[in-house]
């Protein structure tokens, strides 16, 4: 019996959900039925309609324009949302556009305020999965590429700031993060020039940005605690490590392998050092569509968390220092010198 | 055509990274994900930016999804879910410890009319009573009665097979009439 009202019960409601059905006109077909059936039935639409909670709609709105501004951010090939080209055409509705827009920044919940969290902020995983976004719905490589590149730059940005509001703790995590996006922003490259595009402004970003990072990290002078130095030495050095010219067969120009290697304090053997062209790749694989952030859920899989932001990595400092071998690290910056026409591949 | 297939075609478009197909697709979701996740969560703010994460989520995995299975609302609930669950771990809470918050039950209540008051009281009860079912029963509610999904569906987002969220659905809804008559009860004593 109780097997039997659980499909009775199954069947009329998702009839009289579907609106396929009443409940009088499902409860006439079961009467022997009823007397359970009505009940369960009369609870179950009513829980149904006391559910029904609607988004605030400046928070609907406010929502839904922060996904599809980050959408469209950077995407030159991407089309115009819907509403821009109603509001383009009928230029009359602007000044309503910006009221109803100002209303949205005013009463809207945090995620309208996530563009540009520092990493110190709890909306910096909500800044962060907006990033990926944005690389993942850009639909060509070259411009994948580009916006890893502005993320890359970003990352220097943080840096720049967390530095300046004297909170090193957040650096490695950053250099680690750039390193990720410009990885991915090479293998882009790569796979486009492997296609017969032309890749050369992607290279030319890739370059400043090390060339940046370089800055960064000479300007990081004095700013990192004894505690965090071989964290940042260690990132940096990942980073360094993607420097093409082993196993993807390209390599960078410019003043790649120039004699410029910045350190940090009590580093007496400059151990924060840039572009040793330390050979291997950095052997892990970057998912261009995460942002440095959450993985990829699968159907079956929950999405990953977001980045631990919130708890940094603290490493213990390692005084045993394993310096790059200078003849080594001189090694290979000539292979990297010898190809100082950009990225070849 | 029929929704199943506008939806397919949306989902397509989305997929090569047609940003009004998403855009489509957020205003047919977003009603439902904010609502599943705000009688989750508890407080609007939080559900708020959970919704925003779902999409955001969606958006970066819709490349890859793929037509298997119960379809694409109950891929997209179960990222909606699984979003609620890291919230839950972010705060160190179990989700049962604060689905349905006062915060909720506090929504004004229509009183315009006498019988509209009566039902608005009624809904109130009930929301604090599906705060009160099992983790279980209550995601089946949330999801059946609140997103439509089918018990294929539900099953998919829950990890449960179709006959067992048949049961989850009978034993909740007898548990929330239970409760129901009880509170009547109640008010009749009082009275």
């Known amino acids: 019996m109780t097997g039997q009202m659980k499909n009775v019960l199954d069947e009329c409601l998702e009839s009289v959900l579907a609106g396929r059905d009443t409940i009088d006109s499902c409860c006439s077909r079961y009467p022997q039925m009823e007397a359970d059936l009505r009940p369960l039935l ?19 709105a406010a929502i839904r324009e922060k996904i599809m501004a980050g959408t469209r951010r950077e995407t030159s090939t991407t089309r115009r949302s819907i509403w821009s080209r109603i509001f383009d055409r009928h230029i009359f509705l602007r000044p309503i556009a910006l009221g109803t827009g100002l209303i949205f920044l005013l009463s809207a919940g945090t995620a309208l305020a996530a563009t540009n969290a520092d990493p110190d902020s709890f909306l910096y995983p909500l800044e962060q999965r907006l990033e990926g976004a944005r690389t993942a719905l850009t639909p060509q490589k070259l ?15 943080e840096t720049e700031r967390m530095a300046g509001a004297d909170k090193p703790e957040y650096i490695p995590e950053l250099l680690t993060k750039f390193d990720s996006h410009v990885d991915s922003a090479t293998g882009l490259a790569k796979e486009a020039v492997d296609e017969g595009e032309d890749a050369i402004q992607v290279e030319q970003g890739i370059l400043s940005a090390r060339e940046r990072l370089d800055k960064v990290v000479a300007d990081l002078n004095g700013r990192i605690p004894d505690e965090l130095r071989d964290s940042v030495r260690e990132a940096v050095e990942e980073s360094d490590q993607d420097i093409p010219g082993q196993e993807t067969e390209s390599s960078f120009g410019g003043n790649q392998g120039s004699d410029y290697a910045p350190d940090i304090p009590g580093s007496s ?19 261009s569509g995460s942002g440095g952030g959450s993985s990829e859920p699968s159907h079956q899989d929950p999405p990953a968390s977001d980045p ?12 045993q220092e394993t310096p790059k071998q200078n003849s080594q690290n001189s090694g290979e910056r000539e292979n990297i010198d010898s190809h100082n026409n950009g990225l070849h591949y | 055509m029929s929704e199943q297939r506008k939806l397919a075609r949306l989902v397509k478009r989305a997929r090569k990274g047609d940003t009004e197909a998403f855009g489509e697709i957020y205003d047919r979701y977003q009603g439902e994900v904010y609502a599943y996740v705000l009688h989750q969560v508890g407080t609007p703010a939080d559900a708020e930016d959970i919704t925003a994460g779902v999409f955001l989520d969606v958006l970066e995995k819709i490349e890859g999804f793929t037509w298997q299975g119960a379809g694409f609302a109950a891929w997209l609930f179960r990222i909606a879910r699984n979003d609620v669950l890291d919230f839950f771990r972010r705060r160190g809470r179990k989700s049962r410890e604060i689905a349905l918050t006062d915060e909720i039950l506090d929504l004004p209540v229509r009183e315009t009319v006498e019988g509209q008051a009566e039902t608005a009281a009624d809904e109130r009860v009930l929301l604090a009573a599906i705060g009160k079912l099992s983790e279980d029963q209550q995601q089946v509610v949330l999801l059946k009665l609140l997103a439509n999904l089918s018990n294929r569906q539900v099953g998919e987002v829950v990890s449960k097979s179709e006959g067992a969220v048949k049961a989850l659905q009978h034993r909740a809804l007898i548990t929330l009439r239970k409760f129901m008559e009880e509170e009547r009860k109640k008010d009749q004593w009082k009275q």
Not at chain 1, 42 to 60: G, I, N, Q, R
Not at chain 1, 144 to 157: S, T
């Open chain 1, 42 to 60: 009369d609870v179950a639409l009513m829980s149904h309609e006391a559910l029904k909670t609607a988004m605030p709609d400046a928070a609907s």
């Open chain 1, 143 to 157: 411009d994948k590429a580009q916006v890893e590149i502005a993320h890359a730059n970003e990352r220097l940005d």
């Open chain 1, 269 to 287: 053997n400059g151990d924060i050092e840039t572009h040793n062209g330390d050979s291997g790749g950095s052997g892990e694989s970057h998912d």
């Open chain 1, 308 to 319: 631990p932001h919130e708890d940094p990595p603290h490493k213990e400092p390692q005084h």
